[in-house]
């Protein structure tokens, strides 16, 4: 009863699996994960983010950054944008519309939780 | 239960919001740019030599001022264009409205300073400004600038409090030495 639900990365718990509910403020498991939550607010704060910025920020290896960043691609959550700085490949990285409705909706949910709570 | 889910909602809440505050920084900062800078006060410190009530001793100092922030400039767009990074929008409005003030102070200053014939004070008052005006903008802006505009600020109170006749050195470590260190180090670890 008392336990936590624990993301497969093995990150802190967050909430309890119980409250993934289904309906309008359901919690959207794909952003709730911590380092996808990570990028998808560093996104929101900053018009676009390098890969290795992203890594300093997120203080993460290159490849969990990789894997989270690729599931929030496949969601379209985040756009990837491969180009070279010289010979050297850069991916640039931005929230798309929907990604940005994803932590609107998310932040709504956290804050409902808080006022249910009051 | 209830009050940890509550507890872990305000937690998520925070880690947003932290994350947020730590991504909206301006990183187009010039490394390679400061260097430039660097070297054009050198070159001012040898032409102008040490303060002197001149129009040519400030003439040097003021063209190389334009010259340097024009420089300036031009390194951040050039960064901005090669790191696909923004140069408009609420993170650069917030770094250049934190960095202006004070500049706009040391050029007012400059004006009473020079109507008054306190030539020799000048470098300390444009050290500090220009201190000044890089740590504000440095609070958004990636890590090493705020150290820079805390190195330019203590240089430009030692400056004050030195003989007058030392103001050119402080203008050579300052404006030339403290940019071109602090840029290599933006330059290596910051991407140019």
């Not at chain 1, 996808?36 to 018009?47: C, F, K, M, Q």
């Not at chain 2, 507890?7 to 920084?25: G, K, P, S, V, Y």
């Not at chain 2, 020079?114 to 400004?129: D, E, K, M, S, T």
């Not at chain 2, 820079?148 to 006749?165: D, H, I, Q, R, W």
């Amino acid at each position: 009863m008392g336990k936590t639900a624990r993301n497969p990365a093995g990150h802190s718990p967050v909430v309890p699996k119980t409250t993934v509910a289904k309906g309008p403020l359901a919690l959207d498991r794909l952003i709730h994960e911590r380092l996808r939550l990570g990028i998808v607010s560093a996104l929101a704060a900053n018009e676009r983010l390098t890969f290795n910025e992203l890594k300093r920020l997120l203080q993460t290896t290159d490849g969990n950054l990789s894997v989270h960043a690729r599931k929030l691609e496949e969601a379209n959550y985040v756009a990837c944008e491969k180009t070279f700085a010289g010979r050297v490949p850069r991916s640039v990285y931005r929230l798309t519309a929907s990604g940005r409705r994803a932590l609107d909706k998310y932040l709504a949910h956290m804050e409902a939780i808080i006022q249910a709570m009051k | 239960m209830m009050p940890r889910l509550h507890e872990h909602a305000a937690e998520n809440l925070q880690f947003i919001r932290e994350t947020m505050a730590r991504a909206a920084n301006f990183t187009a900062v010039p490394g390679l740019g400061g260097v430039a800078m660097g070297v054009l006060a050198l070159a001012a410190t040898i032409v102008a030599g040490p303060p002197r009530a001149t129009s040519a001793w400030l003439g040097v100092w003021l063209a190389t001022a334009g010259l340097a922030a024009a420089t300036g400039f031009i390194a951040i767009l050039w960064k901005a264009r090669r790191h696909h990074l923004p140069i408009r929008g609420p993170v650069v409005r917030r770094f250049a409205l934190a960095l202006v003030p004070a500049l706009v102070v040391g050029i007012v200053l400059t004006a009473v300073f020079v109507r008054h014939g306190l030539f020799a004070q000048l470098p300390g008052c444009w050290l500090l400004c220009y201190g000044a005006a890089i740590s504000s903008g440095g609070a958004f802006s990636v890590r090493p600038v705020p150290f820079m505009g805390a190195a330019f600020m203590v240089l430009g109170a030692l400056a004050f409090v030195a003989p007058t006749e030392w103001g050119h050195f402080f203008m050579a470590v300052g404006f030339g030495a403290l940019h071109i260190s602090f840029g290599i180090v933006i330059a290596r670890n910051y991407g140019g």
